[in-house]
Nanobody, 122 residues
Framework: VQLQASGGGLVQTGGSLRLSCVAS????????LGWFRQPPGKERTFVAT????????NYADSVKGRFTISRDNAKNTVFLQMNDLKPEDTAAYYC????????????????WGQGTQVTVSS
């Protein structure tokens, strides 16, 4: 499956952005999906994940209550709504797909998008 992320940009502290990731090539509903982020010079970390049906979601503690992951299987798209953004949210954001159990570990995801940059100014 191929993934294409978009929606990043520059936003002020407290602002909002909505990231999208469109998939192609395979049956979208067969995959758990996740969002990860990588600040400059740091490791890639888990942000959020959603199950195949969209019923189950999980978030990193740092984004709980501010970010919401969702998916539209009819449109082969996963979203990350980010509210109340903070400078520490600045990172390249990556969407990923897992054909078995996604979870919080990046090694569980075999397919990755190219990343979209989010910059939050103070």
């Amino acid at each position: 499956v191929q993934l294409q992320a978009s929606g990043g940009g520059l936003v002020q502290t407290g602002g909002s952005l909505r990231l999208s990731c469109v998939a192609s090539g395979r049956t979208f509903s067969n995959y758990d999906l996740g969002w990860f982020r990588q600040p400059p010079g740091k490791e890639r970390t888990f942000v959020a994940t959603i199950s195949r049906t969209g019923v189950s979601t999980n978030y990193a503690d740092s984004v709980k209550g501010r970010f919401t992951i969702s998916r539209d299987n009819a449109k082969n798209t996963v979203f990350l709504q980010m509210n109340d953004l903070k400078p520490e949210d600045t990172a390249a954001y990556y969407c990923a797909a897992s054909s078995w159990t996604g979870g919080t570990r990046s090694v569980n995801y075999a397919y990755w998008g190219q990343g979209t940059q989010v910059t939050v100014s103070s």
